[in-house]
């Protein structure tokens, strides 16, 4: 059941607020929102309702509803550890993440063996940058929590972002069961242990968009990133005029950054994307037609003959097994459509991953299977797709024309 401050049996929790906790505790999340609001409209000071109104609320994906909720429930008693620990998950999801880790510290002071906040407290201090940082904190979640497998994945994760290898490669062998097995064995993968799946795990894909999404733009706007733009230019210089003619499709979406410089070529402009947290950035924009939550694997065939134009600015290099996707978007491309998109420039066929958690594609055999999928190459232009810890990325931006 979900916490409460002051939650041991002998305390008095109103009825409707029981009731709404057992709802939530049951992952009928809906619901139990439902009930908060009706216990806070009786009782618009209670803490409880306010720190698990929040709570539901972030799990919707209503981050303003979700900070609202905690801020209040703080306010209201700033010494109850569950509540800041609650606020500070909710102020991470926004993005906000100084004042998330600020508010884990004040939880920590008063249930310092709360696991769960320290592996969250690790977790935003990495995004901030502080990996090695981050390592002591996450080493204290998992000492506390050693059956945890997040707590050890997440360590994983700060330590290869440290530096340290070796010790990632062990976090994540611990890391190797439910609900994250899969993940940890990707990364074990990207560290080179064991082989690479063709494919990054779609709940990886999903979580680590969901976090960075309150940032995204800013963040990568600052490492030199203008794949999109690009790609616009090179359908513009193909002889496509951007007179708002075709139908196009923005796969991997993302906040809608890639939508804007393709907007001016869309009669109808539709966005897909695995996280809703960036598909709800997107939307702010008020660019696309249709905003669709969706792996691409799936929703490509679903969609035959659709399109004039196909975009994936950043996207397949979480793809390693490119044959499908290829395929995929030229079942949703109208003869004579196009498609625009870019890979991570590597040597290895058919693919690598690199630990960097992304794949990395010969430019020869992308063109194979193209060709291979009906498609002409139209351009094939190396580039630096963007920085990374200060060194650049090669990629290869594709301009393709279906045959």
Not at 244 to 270: H, K
Request: charged content about 20%; some cysteine.
């Amino acid at each position: 059941m979900p916490r409460v401050a002051g939650g041991g049996a002998g305390d008095a929790i109103p009825p409707l607020l029981r009731d709404a906790m057992a709802l939530h505790a049951s992952g009928r999340v809906v619901e139990a929102a439902a009930l908060y609001a009706r216990v806070l409209k009786r009782s618009p000071r209670d803490g409880n309702a306010l720190n698990l109104a929040g709570v539901a609320a972030r799990q919707l994906g209503d981050l303003p509803r979700a900070l609202e909720h905690g801020r209040r429930a703080v306010m209201g008693a700033p010494t109850s550890a569950i509540f800041r620990a609650n606020y500070g998950a909710t102020l991470a999801s926004a993005g906000r993440l100084p004042e998330a880790v600020a508010e884990f510290r004040a939880a920590l002071a008063g249930r310092p063996d709360d696991a769960v906040t320290w592996r969250n407290m690790g977790q935003a201090m990495a995004a901030l940058g502080d990996a090695s940082g981050a390592v002591p904190v996450l080493e204290r979640a998992v000492a506390i929590a050693p059956s945890a497998p997040e707590a050890w994945l997440a360590l994983a994760h700060a330590r290869r972002e440290a530096g340290d290898a070796p010790g990632a490669r062990e976090a994540a062998r611990r890391a190797v069961a439910p609900p994250v097995a899969e993940q940890a064995a990707f990364l074990l993968a990207a560290l080179g242990e064991g082989d690479a799946p063709g494919r990054a795990p779609a709940d990886y894909v999903r979580s680590l968009f969901d976090q960075f999404a309150p940032r995204f733009d800013g963040e990568l706007t600052a490492l030199g990133y203008a794949t999109p733009a690009a790609l616009a230019a090179l359908i513009e210089a193909s002889g496509v005029s951007p007179a708002r003619a075709l139908d196009v499709l923005d796969l991997g979406c993302g906040t809608g950054l890639s939508g804007v410089p393709l907007a001016p070529f869309a009669r109808r402009l539709v966005g897909v994307d695995l996280s809703p947290r960036m598909l709800a950035e997107a939307g702010k924009r008020g660019l696309y037609d249709a905003l669709e939550e969706a792996d691409l694997l799936e929703w490509l065939p679903a969609h035959p003959a659709a399109f004039d134009l196909v975009v994936a600015a950043d996207v397949l290099n979480y793809l390693g097994d490119l044959g499908p996707a290829v395929a995929g978007i030229a079942g949703a491309l109208r003869p004579g459509g196009r498609a625009a998109f870019s890979v991570e420039t590597g040597d290895v066929v058919p693919f690598a991953l690199g630990e960097g958690m992304r794949y990395r594609h010969a430019p020869a055999h992308v063109a194979t299977l193209l060709d291979a999928a009906g498609f002409r190459v139209e351009v094939a232009r190396a580039v630096v797709l963007r920085q990374e810890k200060g060194v650049p990325v090669a990629g290869t931006l594709f301009l393709t024309q279906r045959r």
